[in-house]
C-alpha cells in the first residue's frame, strides 16, 4: 500500500515559521520528483514547490518564493517544507505529491496537513 503522510501543521502566528514533513512508504519512489500543493478553503488546489529527485533543482510559486524551502533526503523517503515568514494568505491544506519518472501528472497524494496563520 503507498502512503504519503504529511505532519507539521498547526496554529501559528503571522510572521512565525513551521516544517512539514511528508513521508513515503509502501514503495519505493526512486526517480519520483515530489511537489508540495495548497487548498484553501473555496479555493482550488494550488501548486507550491516541487523538488526533482536529486533535490538540486527546486522550484517555487511566485507566492512563497523567497519564504519557504523545499528539500528531500530520499535515505528517509522524506521531503521537507520549511515555511518562514508565515502570512494569513498561507493558511490552506497543505498537500504532498510524488510525480513518477517520465510522468506529467502527480499520482501519489497524501491525506494533507493544515496550516492556520492568524494576523
Known amino acids: 500500500q503507498v502512503q504519503l503522510v504529511e505532519s507539521g501543521g498547526g496554529l501559528v502566528q503571522a510572521g512565525d515559521s513551521l516544517r512539514l514533513s511528508c513521508a513515503a512508504s509502501g514503495r519505493t519512489f526512486v526517480g519520483a520528483a515530489m511537489g508540495w500543493f495548497r487548498q484553501a478553503p473555496g479555493k482550488a488546489r494550488n501548486f507550491v514547490a516541487r523538488?526533482?529527485?536529486?533535490?538540486?533543482?527546486?522550484y517555487y510559486s511566485d507566492s512563497v518564493k523567497g519564504r519557504f524551502t523545499i528539500s528531500r533526503d530520499n535515505a528517509k523517503n522524506t521531503v521537507y517544507l520549511q515555511m518562514n515568514s508565515l502570512k494569513p494568505e498561507d493558511t490552506a491544506v497543505y498537500y504532498c505529491?510524488?510525480?513518477?519518472?517520465?510522468?506529467?501528472?502527480?499520482?501519489?497524494w497524501g491525506q494533507g496537513t493544515q496550516v492556520t496563520v492568524s494576523s
Open positions: 523538488i526533482n529527485w536529486s533535490g538540486d533543482v527546486p
Open positions: 505529491a510524488a510525480q513518477l519518472p517520465g510522468r506529467v501528472s502527480y499520482e501519489y
